[in-house]
């Protein structure tokens, strides 16, 4: 079982930055393949961010509605995920999740946090 808490969440003004981190239980934190979603009121959950990393290399994946604004790390040995968001908009209110793919890749994740509200006012 890989247990994922969402933390970081909070009301900021367009423009503004937070950073979302993700902590994660299991001692092959490494070996996964994580991700960040978002659900907004009334819409569908949709894709962010995704990161894999394979002993030495790190590849990244963005929606294209992020992509220069956010940014998606981790830090293995503290078993934490991370996204770095810059330039929040309005229309970034959502609820976030990380969500995890033990088989290392990004097309499975079969665990999920609890999610952490982002509010971006206008």
Not at 47 to 75: L, Q
């Amino acid at each position: 079982q890989v247990q994922l808490v969402e933390s970081g969440g909070g009301l900021v003004q367009a423009g503004g930055s937070l950073r979302l981190s993700c902590a994660a239980s299991g001692r092959t934190f490494s070996s996964y393949g994580m991700g960040w979603f978002r659900q907004a009121p009334g819409k569908e959950r949709e894709f962010v961010a995704a990161i894999t990393w394979t002993g030495s290399s790190t590849y990244t994946y963005y929606a294209g509605s992020v992509k220069g604004r956010f940014t998606i790390s981790r830090d293995n040995a503290k078993n934490t995920l991370f996204l770095q968001m810059n330039s929040l908009k309005p229309e970034d209110t959502a609820v976030y999740y990380c969500a995890a793919d033990p088989s290392g890749s990004i097309s499975r994740y079969d665990y999920w946090g609890q999610g952490t509200q982002v509010t971006v006012s206008s």
